[in-house]
Structures are given as structure tokens and as C-alpha cells.
């Protein structure tokens, strides 16, 4: 038996569901083993969910991708945090219950995160048991946080912490963006770039953030670090701090900030925002290899790449050869990735082939997204008119061709 990731436009009536799907708030929906019908498609579609996992009785690969936490946890995290943060949103300011609530959600995090073996982060962001949460963003920054803390712990870049350490390093990094909440929503949402004084009103977010949780007795200063100096760069053209004398340059950032903006710069990066979809952990990582040693930390990164997958389960990757594919499973460590990928249907042996990082041309967690990368990325260097830009000239498995020719309006 096999269970697989399927996004939402490619499942049909009859396909099997393989994990229980959650609505908005965690409200069950779907439990598992349940046959799809056309209406429980139309249904799923309506709580915005785009990606499933359905099981089928081939032999083919029965790997199921791994977050960095149990799902059950990672759901009555992704609802605490939303409902404190929302809470938050209407008084403009956060209790001293609800810091004890994070705080005791943080130590179970921990605790499974402390379990032996390695942390792998193999399941694609965009995965959604529930519907989109807004502060997804604030909880995936403090779950990975606290691995990359286990794991410079585990490699001595830092000393090994008390366990109240952990908790401060996570509440840190689950309000690095609370003082978000009195950056004005036309600016937090705006698609585009940012003027220069919507910049502005952007760079006190950090220094809202300090201001609110200011007179939380819980809230301990490597906490209140992460707050003010995440936007901080090795080069010192970070901000956060009011003053320019506060900023911190180089060695100055203390470790622990360091792998909180790691975690905020890859969470960032590989979340769907309403102007563009999320990108592959392999893009990710290049795109961030790009900013070591000027804006972040070469080490923490290291500790990073370790953790990631760089084509997790069910992403799709168009590949230089033309073929367009869906990752079926995944191996190795960066550089030496070997995939096998088969259409969703079929699974014939003949259809499922190996490929390394190196024959990748461009990446997607959805077919969506994928196609939304190739546009873009086609018409910058072709050009609209340029014959190598219509997708039915592509050898792309015939099962996603006609979704593919949609997905470029032809
Ligand atoms: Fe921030
Ligand atoms: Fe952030």
C-alpha cells in the first residue's frame, strides 16, 4: 500500500483518502479510508485545502513524508497559535495567559523534538491538513527554531541550554512578528513592492513587537532578543532596533538570533504569499546560499540544509528534458537527491525514473505553483512570443498535459 500527496486538481471520484483531513479551526472533515466522491471533492475545494494524502493498493512507494513534528501536535499547535494571535489582533496586546499557553505548547514541541534519531523536514509547506492559517508563518518560525537549536546543540556551536533556554529561544521565535500586528494591513498585504514610507512603517515592526510583550514577566531577554534583532544582518544593514547605535553587525548577534532569522528567512521564502506560490526547499536553499556571510549566518545555514529535503513527496519539478513530474520519493543528501517520480495514475514501472538536482529546471509544491514559475520565469528571459514558451511542444505526461496547457491559458 502506497500513501502519497495529490493536489486538489488531480484527485478523483474513487481515489481513497490516506490521512484524516482537517477544516478551518481543525474541524474534521474527511477520515481516512474514505472513498472520494465528486461532492467530497467539491467539498474539500470549499475549505480551500490544496493537497491531500490519498492511498492507493499499488506496490509502489510506501514512504510518507515527515514533518519536524507528529501531525497531531503540529495541528493543536497551528490552532493555539492561531487563536492566541487572533485574540491578540483585536486588544492589540498579548496576555500573560496566553504567553503560558505558547510556553507550555513550546515544551511539548520540544520534547518531541528531543526524541533520538535526525530531524528531516521532508513534507512540503504547503501541505494542508486545515485551512490556511494567517499566523502559520509565526508557529513554522518557532518549530524550526527550536530544531536548529537541538541541532547546534548536538554539533557544539552552542552549549547544551536548560530546558527553560528551549522555551525562551521558542517564545522568541513564535512573536518575532507580533509587533506585526500595528503595521497597517494595507501594507502588510500589499502585493507589490513597498514605497519608501510604507518601508518605513514595515522596519518598526521589531520594536512594535518589543513594545508589546514589554510588560510580560515571562517573556525573558533571549526572547525579547529574537523580537528586536531578527531583521539583523552579519553586514549591519539589518533594523530593529530605534536607535542605530543598537544595531548588530558580525559576531555581535547573539547564536540563537542568528538561527531564528534562519528559520524566518527559509519559512518566508518557502510560504505561498497572496502575489506568488511558496517555493521548493531546493530553491530555498539556493536562493538563501546566495545571502551567507553578508546577510546570514554560514553556519546556522549548515545546520539548516542538514534538516531539509529538497524535493519532498508530492512536489513537482519540471525537468531540463522537458518531462514535468511529481516526486514519488526522495533520497540523499543535497547534491546527490535521487528521486523517483510517476504520474498519479498508473504507476507503471516504465513510468517511474530517477533525477538528480542537476536535470531540475524549475520547481513547484503544486502543479499550480510550478506552472506559475515557468510563466514567470519563461517570459523574463524569452519573451511572450517565443515558440519554446507553448507547453504542448513538451514531452509532459499526458495525464498533466491538458492541465498544464490551462494552467498558460491556451
Ligand atoms: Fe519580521
Ligand atoms: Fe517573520
Known amino acids: 500500500m502506497a500513501i502519497y500527496i495529490a493536489s486538489i486538481d488531480v484527485l478523483e471520484p474513487g481515489m481513497v483518502v490516506g490521512r484524516p483531513i482537517f477544516g478551518a479551526g481543525g474541524i474534521p472533515l474527511v477520515t481516512q479510508g474514505i472513498p472520494l466522491s465528486r461532492a467530497l471533492i467539491n467539498a474539500i475545494r470549499r475549505q480551500k485545502i490544496e493537497q491531500i494524502y490519498i492511498k492507493d493498493d499499488s506496490d509502489g512507494p510506501s514512504e510518507t513524508p515527515q514533518g519536524l513534528l507528529s501531525h497531531e501536535l503540529e ?5 493555539k497559535v492561531e487563536a492566541i494571535f487572533s485574540k ?9 495567559k496566553d504567553i503560558e499557553v505558547l510556553s507550555d505548547l513550546l515544551s511539548s514541541v520540544m520534547a518531541e523534538l528531543s526524541r533520538g534519531g535526525s ?5 512540503l509547506k504547503a501541505v494542508a491538513d486545515m485551512d490556511k492559517v494567517t499566523f502559520d508563518h509565526c508557529w513554522s518560525v518557532a518549530v524550526l527554531s527550536l530544531a536548529l537549536y537541538r541541532e547546534a546543540i548536538e554539533d557544539g556551536w552552542l552549549p547544551l541550554g536548560t530546558f527553560q533556554d528551549g522555551i525562551n529561544m521558542g517564545l522568541g521565535a513564535v512573536l518575532h512578528d507580533i509587533g506585526k500586528l500595528k503595521v497597517p494591513l494595507e501594507i502588510l498585504n500589499k502585493p507589490g513592492m ?38 539583523q544582518r552579519l553586514d549591519g544593514k539589518g533594523y530593529g532596533p530605534r ?7 558580525g ?22 504569499r497572496p502575489y506568488r506560490p511558496g517555493y521548493l526547499p531546493w530553491e530555498v536553499l539556493r536562493t538563501m546560499r546566495k545571502s ?4 546570514l549566518d554560514a553556519k546556522a545555514f549548515s545546520l539548516l540544509e542538514r534538516m531539509v529535503v529538497p524535493f519532498p513527496i508530492g512536489c513537482f519539478v519540471l525537468l531540463k528534458r522537458g518531462e514535468v513530474c511529481m516526486v514519488t520519493r526522495s533520497d540523499g543528501p543535497w547534491g546527490r537527491v535521487l528521486a523517483l517520480m510517476t504520474p498519479l495514475k498508473g504507476r507503471a514501472l516504465g513510468d517511474i525514473f530517477s533525477f538528480g538536482a542537476e536535470d531540475v529546471l524549475l520547481g513547484g509544491t503544486t502543479l499550480q505553483g510550478l506552472a506559475w514559475r515557468v510563466r514567470r520565469e519563461f517570459f523574463s528571459v524569452l519573451g511572450k512570443d517565443d515558440k519554446r514558451l507553448d507547453p504542448s511542444g513538451w514531452s509532459v505526461l499526458s495525464d498533466w498535459k491538458d492541465r498544464l496547457l490551462k494552467a498558460f491559458g491556451r
Open 75 to 79: 495541528r493543536e499547535g497551528r490552532r
Open 194 to 231: 513597498l514605497n519608501e514610507k510604507e518601508w518605513e512603517e514595515m522596519r518598526l515592526h521589531p520594536w512594535h513587537g518589543l513594545e508589546l510583550v514589554r510588560n510580560q514577566p515571562n517573556v525573558m531577554p533571549m526572547a525579547r532578543g529574537i523580537i528586536i534583532h531578527h531583521h
Open 251 to 272: 559576531d555581535k548577534i547573539p547564536k540563537i538570533v542568528r538561527l531564528a532569522s534562519v528559520a524566518d528567512v527559509y519559512d518566508a521564502i518557502a510560504t505561498d
Open 243 to 249: 536607535s542605530s547605535e543598537n544595531i548588530l553587525s
Open 292 to 295: 551567507l556571510g553578508d546577510a
Open 88 to 96: 491578540a489582533v483585536e486588544k492589540m496586546s498579548i496576555s500573560v
Open 119 to 123: 530531524l528531516t523536514m521532508g513534507s
